[in-house]
């Protein structure tokens, strides 16, 4: 069975940055897309950053020049760089991983961590 387990959540002030991180493990093949996605109380949950196996990358518009999400795949590891953290970054962020199972199968599955939060407050 294949496991994430995130890190790296907190209690930071306005303007300041926390770095998560986010480590797959179990029986994988390769992982197609990590992601980020988080969820405040009340709200429904969003997608804040993913990254394909070749670099590719997605920002919502709220993080934009704001979070960097990078990964290493011979790790099977992603993170998320927050800088410039506001109020409204607060929400308990999931780690995300499309990925694929061992042969002969190869079965895609989606994975989900227990999610970490984050907290942004004076």
């Known amino acids: 069975q294949v496991q994430l387990v995130e890190s790296g959540g907190g209690l930071v002030q306005p303007g300041g940055s926390l770095r998560l991180s986010c480590a797959a493990s179990?029986?994988?093949?390769?992982?197609?897309?990590m992601g980020w996605y988080r969820q405040a109380p009340g709200k429904q949950r969003e997608l804040v950053a993913i990254?394909?196996?070749?670099?590719?990358?997605n920002y919502a518009d709220s993080v934009k020049g704001r979070f960097t999400i990078s990964r290493d795949n011979a790790k099977n590891t992603v993170s998320l760089q927050m800088n410039s953290l506001k109020p409204e970054d607060t929400a308990v962020y999931y780690c995300?991983?499309?990925?694929?199972?061992?042969?002969?199968?190869?079965?895609?599955?989606?994975?989900w961590g227990q999610g970490t939060q984050v907290t942004v407050s004076s």
């Open positions: 995300n991983a499309l990925l694929t199972g061992p042969p002969p199968d190869y079965t895609k599955d989606d994975s």
């Open positions: 179990g029986s994988i093949f390769s992982i197609n897309v």
């Open positions: 990254i394909t196996d070749s670099g590719m990358t």
